[in-house]
């Protein structure tokens, strides 16, 4: 048996490979869960280029595009619809494993176990590279050998279909188990609850453009300790992409990650569109959601042209990066110029 309601990746916006499966469980169960993410407050980040990178990592970082701007999201509010069960598997639980994951989707819940990709049958790191990732198991096959999973094995950003034996799944846990690793065991359930007091109406509060902006105008420095690491927050970091855009931009050996990330730009504008259309519609402020509204569109055509232009002068092996330059300027231009019709749209709202 596997939980009832059917699951589908879920690809509208990529937030990680952990919360676009926790939206896919949530909108498997309402519809209406597709419009929680417009409310995410979201912020631009960029790991700072000069400052010291843990064991001397920074041209690896730069050749992937791991040095490249990011949108990041703040997803809490997913947790507050589901419940999550955490333990730690053992060398003893490895014969059992069927079994637990098993008696997890006849209880109607999700699994998220870690497993190395490296033993995957196909994908990016299989064969390849060691990857641990919690993989997101929502049923099994027909067959019984192997389970459904959804994953991000296959091309960057997005979510797929996809089957995982149930030997590679004993084969990586006493692998790593075996090297020392902690590998964890995560059950997921929707809280019934919860989700029946969700407004599956949806509506945005007028405030909630004051929050967005304040998001992108906080420029500042943060510091994590888990990766031990300094960022610029806001839309500094795309003025600073703009800076240092030969040496980001110019040192990329391999296009992957730089598609995801500009990808993930044109896709936050796509969300901020359907924000402010529900705005436009709810609102008496119609002029200045709809102008906001226009502005995204733009800004998401704007940052998928962007992707292409990069993409294809590195396919050609053209090193000469004029055109995407003057593009990217124009970008961070107009997204200072949104961040000005989201003062006037607030400045309004409060009036």
């Known amino acids: 048996m596997t939980p009832a309601h059917r699951i589908l990746p879920y690809n509208d916006i990529w937030l990680d490979c952990v919360n676009n499966n926790l939206m896919s469980i949530?909108?498997?169960?309402?519809?209406?869960?597709?419009?929680?993410?417009?409310?995410f407050k979201t912020q631009y980040w960029k790991k700072l280029i000069n400052q010291t990178f843990p064991e001397d990592n920074f041209e690896s970082l730069l050749h992937q595009g791991l040095m490249l701007p990011k949108v990041q999201y703040d997803t809490e509010q997913l947790y507050h619809y589901l419940r999550f069960e955490d333990q730690l598997i053992e060398q003893s639980d490895i014969p059992f494993l069927?079994?637990?994951?098993?008696?997890?989707?006849?209880?109607?819940?999700?699994?998220?176990?870690?497993?190395?990709?490296?033993?995957?049958?196909?994908?990016?790191?299989?064969?390849?590279i060691?990857?641990?990732?919690?993989?997101?198991?929502?049923?099994?096959?027909?067959?019984?050998?192997?389970?459904?999973?959804?994953?991000?094995?296959?091309?960057?950003?997005?979510?797929?279909?996809?089957?995982t034996p149930l030997e590679v799944i004993m084969e990586s846990t006493q692998n790593l188990i075996q090297s020392g690793k902690k590998v964890r065991f995560i059950m997921v359930s929707v809280h019934e609850?919860?989700?029946?007091?969700?407004?599956?109406e949806f509506s945005v509060q007028d405030s909630f453009i004051s929050e967005l902006r304040s998001n992108l105008?906080?420029?500042?420095?943060?510091?994590?300790?888990?990766?031990?690491?300094?960022?610029?927050?806001?839309?500094?970091?795309?003025?600073?992409?703009?800076?240092e855009f030969e040496?980001?931009?110019?040192?990329?050996?391999?296009?992957?990650?730089?598609?995801?990330?500009?990808?993930?730009?044109?896709?936050?504008?796509?969300?901020?569109h359907r924000l402010f259309k529900l705005l436009e519609d709810?609102?008496?402020?119609?002029?200045?959601?709809?102008?906001?509204?226009?502005?995204?569109?733009?800004?998401?055509h704007l940052w998928e042209i962007y992707r292409t232009t990069v993409i294809k002068m590195i396919a050609s092996n053209n090193r000469v990066h004029d055109q995407a330059f003057v593009k990217l300027e124009e970008i961070v231009k107009k997204e200072y110029n949104m961040v000005q019709t989201m003062?006037?749209?607030?400045?309004?709202?409060?009036?």
């Open 343 to 351: 003062k006037m749209a607030a400045e309004v709202s409060n009036s």
């Open 193 to 200: 609850g919860s989700i029946r007091n969700f407004n599956h």
């Open 130 to 163: 060691h990857f641990i990732h919690p993989t997101f198991i929502h049923g099994k096959c027909a067959s019984g050998e192997a389970y459904t999973v959804i994953e991000d094995c296959l091309s960057p950003g997005r979510m797929h279909d996809y089957q």
């Open 282 to 300: 709810q609102s008496s402020h119609t002029n200045l959601y709809k102008k906001l509204a226009e502005q995204s569109v733009e800004l998401s």
């Open 217 to 243: 105008l906080d420029d500042k420095v943060v510091f994590l300790e888990q990766y031990g690491l300094h960022y610029q927050l806001g839309l500094q970091a795309l003025t600073d992409y703009v800076e």
């Open 247 to 272: 040496e980001l931009v110019g040192n990329l050996n391999e296009t992957s990650i730089f598609a995801l990330r500009s990808s993930s730009f044109a896709q936050n504008h796509k969300k901020n």
């Open 26 to 39: 949530l909108i498997s169960h309402h519809s209406s869960f597709e419009k929680l993410p417009l409310t």
């Open 98 to 128: 069927d079994e637990m994951i098993q008696g997890a989707l006849d209880k109607q819940k999700y699994v998220f176990l870690d497993v190395d990709r490296f033993f995957y049958s196909s994908g990016r790191e299989s064969g390849k």
